[in-house]
Structures are given as structure tokens and as C-alpha cells.
T-cell receptor, first 113, second 111 residues
Framework: GEDVEQSLFLSVREGDSSVINCTYT??????LYWYKQEPGAGLQLLTY?????DMKQDQRLTVLLNKKDKHLSLRIADTQTGDSAIYFC?????????????FGGGTRLMVKP | DGGITQSPKYLFRKEGQNVTLSCEQN?????MYWYRQDPGQGLRLIYY???????QKGDIAEGYSVSREKKESFPLTVTSAQKNPTAFYLC??????????FGSGTRLTVV
């Protein structure tokens, strides 16, 4: 099955750019997603990218996908203290059970004022 | 929460007691999922259901049970067989483009 890996922790200063990285193993993943989780809350979908795209930009968020290396990244421009959260990447695969998301372990982003 | 509601937000369980966590959705989606999250950890899949009256075990189903008698409801029971139930429990539905929409979670604590 799919395996998704992320680094555990990232610390940046307010106003800098943040880059959160993710690697995955299933080359047949059709969509890849980024979710944000604030303390004590559920996961909120930030953005997603279709597997035939290399890049997607949505306001301060830029997603880059390198299918050859199975590497996904999320860049947050002008990072704010409100961006402090845990960020999860996830890949969508289809198996006998239908479509399933496999999540990485999450990257905790800390933004220092 | 985009039409998916988890309750209660906080739940306390005594040793040896079964408790049931509620997950309801009004988005008419077929697939529903339960995840467990421990502090500083990622998500682990407990059970999922792709259609009414059918459900499948996830990676950590032992000590848990579910039912799917109605499309809009997928309750999770944490049984006394689950020896370490203290965790944050998240319910999700699969939306139209394959991603998941999550509820706001239930924090279960053993007292």
C-alpha cells in the first residue's frame, strides 16, 4: 500500500516563506492533498493537486509535485503566526475498497513573531 | 464542519465501560471513516464504510466496533477491550473529488 512520509517539525520567522515536504510511494496516486490541523480541531483541506500537474498556486500557497521523485511540497509565502499548525499531506489511491487517502505523519509548523 | 457533525466534543470513560462516539453527515456521501490521533502523532484508520450496511476494519480495529444502519450515521463504540482508549477521534467523509471532509473531533479520556 501507499506510504507517505513527512518531516516532523519546521520553525520559521513571521514573514518568511515556509516549505513543507512530503514523499510518497504509490505512483498511481491520482490526487495529492494538503490538510491543516489547528489545536483541538479536525483537519481542514488547504489545497490539492491532480497528478498530471506540476504546480498549483492558490494565494499564498504553492504546491509543487515531482512525480519522478514522488515528492510533494507546500510553500506558504509570507508566513503568519496564524499559520502555526500541523500540516498533513495525503495521497489518494484506488484499491479493492474503493478510493482511500493515506496520510503522512504531519509536520508541525511553528511561526515565531 | 461542512455538514459533518461529531459529538460529544469531550467524553470521559471509566475503566471497563463502553462508550459510543457519534458521527452524522447531511451531505449524502457514501463513504465514512474513523481515525484515531494520539498526541504528536498522525492519523490511524480504525474502521471505514463505503456503503450502508457494510464496513471494513482499518489498521487498528481491535477494541472498537461500528455500525452503518443509515447513510447519514456512522457511530463508533470504544469497548472495554480497548486498553488505551485515551485519544482524539476524528470522523471523515469522502467528498466528490476524493478528498476527505473531517468533523471537529471527539477527545476521549479515561478516568
Amino acid at each position: 500500500g501507499e506510504d507517505v512520509e513527512q518531516s516532523l517539525f519546521l520553525s520559521v520567522r513571521e514573514g518568511d516563506s515556509s516549505v513543507i515536504n512530503c514523499t510518497y510511494t504509490d505512483s498511481s496516486s491520482t490526487y495529492l492533498y494538503w490538510y491543516k490541523q489547528e489545536p483541538g480541531a479536525g483537519l481542514q483541506l488547504l489545497t490539492y493537486i491532480f497528478s498530471n500537474m506540476d504546480m498549483k498556486q492558490d494565494q499564498r500557497l504553492t504546491v509543487l509535485l515531482n512525480k519522478k521523485d514522488k515528492h510533494l511540497s507546500l510553500r506558504i509565502a509570507d508566513t503568519q503566526t496564524g499559520d502555526s499548525a500541523i500540516y498533513f499531506c495525503a495521497g489518494l489511491s484506488n484499491n479493492n475498497a474503493g478510493n482511500m487517502l493515506t496520510f503522512g505523519g504531519g509536520t508541525r509548523l511553528m511561526v515565531k513573531p | 464542519d461542512g455538514g459533518i457533525t461529531q459529538s460529544p466534543k469531550y467524553l470521559f470513560r471509566k475503566e471497563g465501560q463502553n462508550v459510543t462516539l457519534s458521527c452524522e453527515q447531511n451531505l449524502n456521501h457514501d463513504a465514512m471513516y474513523w481515525y484515531r490521533q494520539d498526541p504528536g502523532q498522525g492519523l490511524r484508520l480504525i474502521y471505514y464504510s463505503q456503503i450502508v450496511n457494510d464496513f471494513q476494519k482499518g489498521d487498528i480495529a481491535e477494541g472498537y466496533s461500528v455500525s452503518r444502519e443509515k447513510k447519514e450515521s456512522f457511530p463508533l463504540t470504544v469497548t472495554s477491550a480497548q486498553k488505551n482508549p485515551t485519544a482524539f477521534y476524528l470522523c471523515a467523509i469522502s467528498d466528490t473529488f476524493g478528498g476527505y471532509t473531517f468533523g471537529s473531533g471527539t477527545r476521549l479520556t479515561v478516568v
